[in-house]
Structures are given as structure tokens and as C-alpha cells.
């Protein structure tokens, strides 16, 4: 139960919605415990770990949104056709050249351990 994966919140959603129907069914056997633990089936686990998960979720939305600083925003680390206005096109020298100096004097990010 201690990963954190796609998969494993893909299957612990799965069970959290037959936990759920089983509310609106009044199937109260979804929510017995067994002996041993079946931690993947097992209601009170089940539920404690998506609370963990929703933590360590909330957790990571709160350090992506503090890394870019105010005033600032993230960009491609190519410019796009788009931006470079040359639509479905190769970029312009110049632009190339540029967008690669403004990366180089951009603040680093810092390393976390």
C-alpha cells in the first residue's frame, strides 16, 4: 500500500468507487476487515491510504505552484512555432539563439536532496 504510482491511485479509486456504491447499497460486507490484512481490499486500509495519497498529492500541487516565483511563468524550453510566429515552420536563427540566452540567464532552480 506505501507506493505511490498512477497505478496504484488507479486502483485504489477503483475501490474507493465500489466502496462508495456499496454506501448507496447498504452492502456493509464491503467494509468488513479481514484476518490477515488484505491491504487492497480491506476498507479502513483502503481508505487511510488514499488519505495519505490526497496528502502527498495536496503536498505536491502546493511545492509545483511555490517553484515559479511571482511575476514569472514557465515556458518550453524551445520556443514553438507559434511563439516564434512562423507557423509549421523551422524557428527563425535568431530566435533560437535568443530563447537559449535568455535560458542561460534565467535564476537556476535549486536542487533539493
Not at 460486507?29 to 495519497?53: G, H, I, Q, T
Not at 515559479?68 to 536563427?93: I, L, Q
Request: negative net charge.
Amino acid at each position: 500500500m506505501g507506493e505511490f504510482t498512477s497505478e496504484s491511485l488507479r486502483q485504489r479509486a477503483d475501490r474507493l468507487d465500489v466502496l462508495a456504491h456499496a454506501v448507496t447499497e447498504a452492502n456493509w460486507s464491503e467494509f468488513s476487515m479481514r484476518v490477515p490484512v488484505e491491504p487492497e481490499r480491506d476498507a479502513d486500509c483502503v481508505l487511510s491510504s488514499a488519505a495519505r495519497e490526497l496528502r502527498a498529492y495536496a503536498t505536491l500541487l502546493e511545492q509545483q505552484a511555490s517553484a515559479v516565483p511571482d511575476k514569472w511563468a514557465m515556458v518550453p524550453r524551445e520556443p514553438t512555432n507559434e511563439m516564434c510566429g512562423a507557423p509549421d515552420s523551422v524557428w527563425h536563427p535568431e530566435a533560437r539563439k535568443i530563447w537559449q540566452q535568455m535560458f542561460d540567464a534565467a535564476p537556476q532552480p535549486k536542487v533539493r536532496p
